[in-house]
C-alpha cells in the first residue's frame, strides 16, 4: 500500500478577551486640540523657535492586540523658524514619567506627519509614548504623553499525532487523532486541520480536513 503523510495544524479560530478595535484617528488634529497639546521652545543663541510634534496615533488608552503588531507611532510634524531640517525622536517607557526608556526610533517623514515603526513588544502590558522635533542641535519639547496596551499574547502548542501511530499500515479510512494542544493566553476555541499526502513534502496533498 503507498505511503501516506499526515500533518496535522492547529487554527486558532476565536480569540477571547485581548481584541480590541481600533481607535481611528483623525488625520490632523483640530484646531483646540492643537493649541491644547502644542509646546514651543526658543533657543536664545541661535534664535531658533521649535514646537513640539502632536500625537495622532495609537491614540491615549487604545487597546491594541498582540497580533497586531508591528505599532506604527504618528505624529503631525513640528514647526520651527529655522532653516535646518528637522529630525524627530521617538521614546517608549514603562512609566508616564519616562524613567524606563524602552525603545527609541527615529522618525520618517510621510508628508505633513513624521512615523516610526517599534519592534514587537511584551504583550498584557501598559506603554507610554512621546516624540520630539530637533534643528542645529537644539531639541524641541516633546509631545503630550499618551499611553497604549497590549494584550495578551495566544501561543498554541504544535499537535501531537496519536493514530495512527508512526509507518502504520491502515485499511479503509482510519481515524486521524491528535492529543489537544498545550495553549496560553485568551484562547477560545480551537480548530484542528489535518492534512495527507504521498509526498513527505507535502508538495501534493491528497486530502484535507478540519
Known amino acids: 500500500m503507498q505511503s501516506r503523510f499526515v500533518r496535522p495544524l ?3 479560530v476565536v480569540l477571547a478577551a485581548a481584541a480590541a478595535c481600533e481607535k481611528k484617528a483623525p488625520t490632523t488634529p483640530s484646531t483646540s486640540a492643537a493649541s491644547v497639546e502644542t509646546a514651543s521652545v526658543t533657543d536664545a543663541k541661535l ?6 510634534p502632536v500625537a495622532v496615533s495609537p491614540t491615549d488608552g487604545q487597546a491594541i492586540r498582540f497580533s497586531d503588531q508591528p505599532i506604527k507611532l504618528v505624529v ?19 512609566d508616564a514619567a519616562f524613567g524606563t526608556i524602552l525603545a527609541t526610533k527615529s522618525g520618517t517623514d510621510a508628508g505633513g506627519q513624521q512615523t516610526a515603526t517599534l519592534d514587537r513588544l511584551a504583550g498584557a502590558k501598559t506603554y507610554f509614548w512621546r516624540a520630539r522635533a530637533s534643528s542645529a542641535g537644539v531639541a524641541g519639547p516633546n509631545s503630550k504623553a499618551r499611553s497604549f496596551q497590549i494584550g495578551p499574547e495566544v501561543v498554541l502548542q504544535t499537535p501531537v499525532p496519536a493514530f495512527p501511530a508512526q509507518n502504520a499500515t491502515m485499511t479503509g479510512s482510519p481515524r486521524l487523532t491528535v492529543a489537544n494542544v498545550g495553549r496560553s493566553g485568551p484562547v477560545g476555541q480551537v480548530s484542528y486541520r489535518f492534512e495527507v499526502s504521498d509526498l513527505s ?3 501534493r ?3 484535507a480536513g478540519t
Open 10 to 12: 492547529c487554527v486558532l
Open 76 to 94: 503631525t510634524s513640528a514647526a520651527t523658524t529655522g532653516s535646518t531640517a528637522l529630525t524627530y525622536t521617538f521614546e517608549v517607557a514603562t
Open 201 to 203: 513534502s507535502f508538495a
Open 205 to 207: 496533498t491528497v486530502f
Open 47 to 52: 534664535g531658533v523657535t521649535l514646537t513640539s
